[in-house]
Every structure is written in C-alpha cells, then in structure tokens.
C-alpha cells in the first residue's frame, strides 16, 4: 500500500514562482526522502529528512517534517524550466521488519517559461 | 563514472515469452531493488537483496524471478506467469545494511511492452 500522498496531483507555475508541495504518511517513521523524476528517465534523490528534523535546505530547496501531523513539505523557491518533473516522497518505516521505502503517488509540476 | 546501468532501454516481448532485464552498478553498494512504475503512479517494490546470494520478495513478487550471484549485478526475469508486465522497470542501489535509512540510487529504467 502507498503510504506517502502527495499534493497536489499536479502543480503549473511560471517560472521564477514558488512551487510547493506535501506529502502525508500514516505510520512512524526513521526518515522521509524527496526525489525528482524527469519523464521517463529514473529518479534522482533530493533530500533525506530524518524523524528528529524539523527543517533541511539544499540550494533551492527547503524541506520540512511535522511528525505530530506526519506531513513533509517541499519548496523550491525561484523555479525554473529544469525544475519540471515529478517529485515523490518516500518514507522509511522507524522500526519492524519493514525494510523498505514507502512511494507516494508523486506530484507532477510543470514550470512555464 | 559510478553509477547504475540498465539495459535495454526499450524491450518488446511476446505474450508466453520469459525477457530478462540487466541492472549493473558500480558503486561498490550491498543493497540493489527493482522497482514497478505504471503511468501516473508511484514505485511499488518487485525484488530486493541486501547481500549476495541473497533476496527478498517485494509488494508484487509473483511473476518475476531474479538472482544476485554477484555484487555488481541484479538481474530481474519478468516471465510468462506475469499477467500485465507492460511498464516502465527501475532498479535502484543503496549503499548497504539498514538500507531503508539511506537514499536508492537509481537506474535510468527499462520500457518493457508486451505485444
């Protein structure tokens, strides 16, 4: 089962805008992970937020974790053409037999020139 | 250049037929998956291994085989038995032992179509 829900399902901004986008999770977690995909091509990691984090940056991005609301956001500020592709979230269950990542569903975004 | 190779890129198949998909990494890592990708959706897990010689079923195993006799290498076998295999495949590597904790690298996918 998807654990991870992004939204919104599909974001379109102009370039040089804000894009912003959530991603919710049901169970406890160690850590949670932003990936890019461009189309058709494989995803490239962004950023690895863990449990313990409230907030991590990287360039343009801005990643942040509310455990009590299981909720993660991802902002990429000053957007760009290049910035078009679909995002996921990946969650990494905190503790049991579960050794793998959760996908959500992704968010696509299109970023206009 | 490390990384992760996938061949081929695009694959046809005939109904009945058992294909082969390669994945190859040169990152020295423990941890290799493959990964199902249908349009619109996310990844859901086929086959895992954490160390040689061995693996672990995924979310959606049956109808696929797949073997780790070496580091470098996980290949994955979509065979007859798998009734809908039309999608796009992703292999992905990590860096080894706890590997839900560490970022997957990954391939850049192979297109398989049955005809």
Known sequence: SQQGEEDPQALSIQEGENATMNCSYKTSINNLQWYRQNSGRGLVHLILIRSNEREKHSGRLRVTLDTSKKSSSLLITASRAADTASYFCATAARAGNNRKLIWGLGTSLAVNP | ??????????????????????????????????????????????????????????????????????????????????????????????????????EQFFGPGTRLTVL
Request: one cysteine or more.
């Open chain 2, 1 to 102: 250049d490390g990384g992760i190779t996938q061949s081929p890129k695009y694959l046809f198949r005939k109904e009945g037929q058992n294909v082969t998909l390669s994945c190859e990494q040169n990152l020295n890592h423990d941890a290799m998956y493959w990964y199902r990708q249908d349009p619109g959706q996310g990844l859901r897990l086929i086959y895992y291994s954490q160390i040689v010689n061995d693996f672990q079923k995924g979310d959606i195993a049956e109808g696929y085989s797949v073997s780790r006799e070496k580091k470098e290498s996980f290949p994955l076998t979509v065979t007859s038995a798998q009734k809908n295999p039309t999608a796009f495949y992703l292999c992905a590597s990590s860096i080894g032992s706890g590997q839900q904790y560490n």
